[in-house]
């Protein structure tokens, strides 16, 4: 009985896995990670509960087995004899229906705890992370290592400790199994070396170090090191003879010696295996004013001259009568093009109310990119993102009427408000919010004019809105909103409103969108032939 228990067990599990994979990508939202204590917690309660109630039901069959052998005595010698008694026939038969009565109102009972635990179990497994999501959260650290630069993810907690995040031997492996099938090769050699460093310094753990050598020595080959790819494969030969003797072993080992022969003189110089690589070397550096130094903060800085142009005030839009006793802090973060920070622009309570809307509508949501809609790889964008209309709520009405009233646009022509919560390593490639692929909208309601983005949380680290061309950096500061114009006064693309969102580093990162659309905006916005403005 019990081991059909846990075949059951194990097959709910297995499907509720499943179930999973295809419906929920936890790494994509970090509001959805955060779900995954509480079901943790869900599940180990469960199985104590489990556990209690096995615990009961065997006491209670306990319990049985001493009654019946009580009842039943010393065992006959003469069973022919004993039986032929008429009262002892009878008390057998009325015992034995007793006894049966009993066992079944047990088994009833325990097979309800049974019952019970398997369809808890069954909720609970639907929600649990699959392996694709173990894969995209894996991704998402080296995505954070190719912007970022680092190995390891260091958090501050409210003590002002600080943590380094460290990861075991069989995480680091699985990691660099995910940098490989993703063609991420150097990071795929550094979590290898750092699998075998702590394998080497006995740290336990599944993976072996024939296995980690196994991929080592071909890897340091595809990465040109020809002396180090040389120095891991013979310690694979020594460690383990036999898996050499493969012909696609062999065939590569006698390629690497023939190409160290043919050109040692151009190869990189062979390093210890435990040796720290510095993931510098290993990276190829990103120009000045690229997505990736801006995102740590090594961009080209706007020169103190230009720096003294701008301005802040507090800005009741164009007289507008609402804002005249309640004006907005306004602060121009840019000059050319430019771009402006309306900080407490929506308040604690609004936030929480944008965000409560959009949760059950992130459930049901896939990766998605934020301007063309459809989905995108990984690579592109981690978020989950939903879409908020005026008349789901007084607040998105509120917000939308004060964003018009700020800006002088007419919010008729706007798209709904879209929210986003990114996930681990959550980004956005750099992107135009004007173009759109199957803009079935265009022809009746123009382009993208003016983008208007809501930070709606701080972020420790990470998760600036970056414009490559122009070197600007937006920090996310919770309550504010950024706007600045994806057309130029002509009609023309601004090539210079190419953004980025840069990966979370640590922090959870929520946005709201407005985009306002061109068409209806004729007398709100002045026209020119300027190709500048």
């Not at 190829?284 to 080209?300: D, F, I, N, Q």
């Not at 986003?420 to 123009?446: C, S, V, W």
């Amino acid at each position: 009985m019990e081991s059909n228990c846990l075949r059951r067990v194990i097959l709910l599990l297995l499907i509720g896995w499943t179930f999973c994979a295809e419906e929920t990508e936890f790494y994509s939202s970090t509001d959805h990670m955060m779900e995954l204590l509480v079901i943790e917690r869900s599940l180990i309660q469960s199985l104590r509960d489990f556990i209690t109630a096995k615990k009961q039901c065997i006491d209670r069959f306990n319990s049985v087995v001493e009654a019946c052998e009580n009842a039943s005595g010393d065992f006959p010698e003469d069973l022919e004899k004993h039986i032929s008694n008429p009262f002892t026939a009878f008390k057998l038969v009325r015992r034995l229906r007793l006894e049966r009565n009993i066992v079944e109102q047990v088994t009833k009972t325990c097979s309800s705890y049974i019952a019970d635990f398997l369809a808890n179990v069954s909720l609970v497994s639907q929600r649990l992370p699959s392996e694709k999501d173990m894969d995209g959260v894996a991704l998402g650290l080296i995505r954070l290592q190719d912007i970022y630069r680092q190995l390891q993810i260091i958090t501050v907690d409210v003590s002002g400790q600080v943590n380094v995040t460290p990861l075991d031997p069989d995480d680091s492996f699985h990691v660099a199994m995910v940098a490989l099938q993703n063609h991420k090769f150097q990071y795929a050699l550094l979590w290898l070396q750092e699998t075998f460093r702590q394998l080497e310094d006995g740290i336990p753990a599944l993976v072996t170090r024939r296995e980690v050598l196994t991929y080592l020595g071909p890897l340091a080959f595809q990465m040109g090191n020809l002396p180090l790819a040389l120095e891991l494969t013979q310690q694979l030969q020594e460690l383990d003879p036999s898996c050499m003797q493969t012909k696609v072993h062999l065939a590569y080992y006698r390629t690497l010696r023939e190409s160290i022969r043919c050109g040692s003189q151009t190869q990189t110089p062979s390093l210890p295996l435990d040796a720290p690589v510095d993931i510098l070397t290993l990276i190829k550096p990103a120009s000045e004013t690229s997505y990736e130094s801006l995102c740590r903060g090594e961009g080209v800085k706007m020169t103190p001259r230009r720096q003294r142009t701008l301005q802040c005030r507090y800005s009741t839009g164009r007289g507008n009568p609402r804002l005249i006793y309640a004006p907005i802090k306004e602060e121009q973060e840019w000059d050319h093009p430019l771009i402006i920070r309306y900080h407490d622009l929506v308040s604690e309570r609004e936030i929480e109310t944008i965000k409560h809307l959009s949760r059950s509508k992130l459930d049901r949501a896939k990766v998605s990119d934020h301007v063309t809609g459809e989905r995108f790889s990984a690579e592109t964008r981690v978020a989950k993102s939903a879409w908020l209309a005026d008349e789901d709520n007084p607040v998105i009405s509120r917000v939308t009427q004060r964003m018009a009233d700020l800006t002088g646009l007419d919010m008729e022509a706007a798209e709904m408000l879209q929210v986003a919560n990114y996930g681990i390593g959550g980004q956005y490639e750099p992107h135009f919010d004007n173009k759109l692929t199957n803009d079935t909208d265009y022809m009746t309601r123009g382009g993208r004019i003016a983008t208007i983005l809501i930070y709606m949380s701080d972020v420790e680290v990470g998760g600036s809105t970056v414009f490559p061309d122009i070197g600007a950096t937006l920090r996310p500061y919770k309550g504010s909103a950024v706007l600045w114009y994806n057309l130029l006064q002509n009609g023309e693309e601004d090539a210079r409103t190419l953004h980025a969102a840069c990966p979370v580093f640590v922090g959870n990162k929520w946005v709201a969108n407005k985009w306002v659309r061109a068409h209806g905006q004729e007398f709100r916005k002045r026209c020119s032939l300027s190709q500048m403005d």
